[in-house]
């Protein structure tokens, strides 16, 4: 079984948080839900989020930008999208300069916060899967790099080619060559 990140809603209307966890637990996505800051900067402090979903503005419960801004200083691996009944261009413009991963306005169909949060995770998961083939790079290139250095020189005459296939390190099929002399 292949592993989901969590998302966390943070809400206090009911009906919207409700509605949003329905349709992401459908899409096999674990919910967490909480309806002020308070509780939501208690959840991230306890659990990883790949996800929250944040009410911009909320009856004074939660204040979105102000949230947005603890979760890039306490839990910067967590996205966030932001949601707001209230369409202000300047407010969307901040909120995308303060980290925000997308910004969306009340009322949203529910199939466009699907969508976002399923494009969200998806960027997520490729952004991972790179950074594990960086790192096999690596790997890759500092042993080569130990099997190069001077000491090593008795092991290799002049003008030798070093052939290592690729998938070895990557999964892809060819080989990487080195001249070495």
């Not at 909480?34 to 419960?61: C, I």
């Not at 790179?130 to 090593?152: G, H, S």
Request: with cysteine.
């Amino acid at each position: 079984m292949e592993y989901v990140e969590s998302v966390m809603i943070v809400d206090d209307e009911n009906a919207f948080q409700n509605a949003w966890t329905e349709a992401l637990v459908k899409q096999g996505y674990p919910i967490a839900q909480a309806v002020s800051a308070d509780e939501a900067e208690k959840l991230l402090s306890e659990q990883e989020f790949g996800l929250a979903l944040v009410n911009l503005k909320s009856n004074g419960h939660v204040r979105g930008l102000d949230m947005l801004e603890w979760i890039k200083e306490n839990a910067p691996s967590t996205d966030v999208i932001l949601v707001t009944s209230y369409a202000h261009l300047e407010a969307s413009i901040n909120a995308l300069k303060m980290g925000a991963y997308d910004y969306l306005v009340k009322p949203v169909n529910i199939t466009e916060v699907v969508t976002r949060v399923n494009r969200c995770m998806k960027e997520r998961k490729e952004a991972s899967e790179r950074l594990q083939v960086i790192n096999q790079i690596e790997m890759m290139l500092n042993q080569l790099r130990a099997a190069l250095e001077p000491e090593n020189d008795d092991r290799l005459g002049h003008d030798q080619i070093i052939e290592t296939p690729i998938s070895s390190w990557t999964g892809a099929s060819g080989w990487w060559c080195k001249m070495v002399s």
